[in-house]
Nanobody, 115 residues
Framework: QVQLVESGGGLVRPGGSLRLSCVVSGRIFSIYTMGWYRQTPGKQRELVASITSGGRTNYGDSVKGRFAISRDNAKNTVYLQMNSLKPEDTAVYSC?????????WGQGTQVTVSS
């Protein structure tokens, strides 16, 4: 059974930075394309960034140039470096496979951008 444990969220001022981490257990992590998603109340979950097993990355238009996804296969961990944060980035951030099939979701980590 896969476990996803996200961490690193918090309260940050506009323009600030945060680094999120997600540890994946229960699968051969390195073979999966991983993604970071975010969700706000009343809205559908949105894929904001993904990274293939080979390290190829892709970003949503709203975060391109500000966010950077990376992975450490030895640690079964995927990261999301978030810079130049805006209030509209406020959401619960979660990681999972990037694609039509996902594992059960972890608890996510809350990111709040506010002055």
């Amino acid at each position: 059974q896969v476990q996803l444990v996200e961490s690193g969220g918090g309260l940050v001022r506009p323009g600030g930075s945060l680094r999120l981490s997600c540890v994946v257990s229960g699968r051969i992590f390195s073979i999966y394309t991983m993604g970071w998603y975010r969700q706000t109340p009343g809205k559908q979950r949105e894929l904001v960034a993904s990274i293939t097993s080979g390290g190829r990355t892709n970003y949503g238009d709203s975060v391109k140039g500000r966010f950077a996804i990376s992975r450490d296969n030895a640690k079964n961990t995927v990261y999301l470096q978030m810079n130049s944060l805006k209030p509209e980035d406020t959401a619960v951030y979660s990681c999972n496979q990037a694609g039509p099939r996902t594992w059960s979701w972890g608890q996510g980590t809350q990111v709040t951008v506010s002055s």
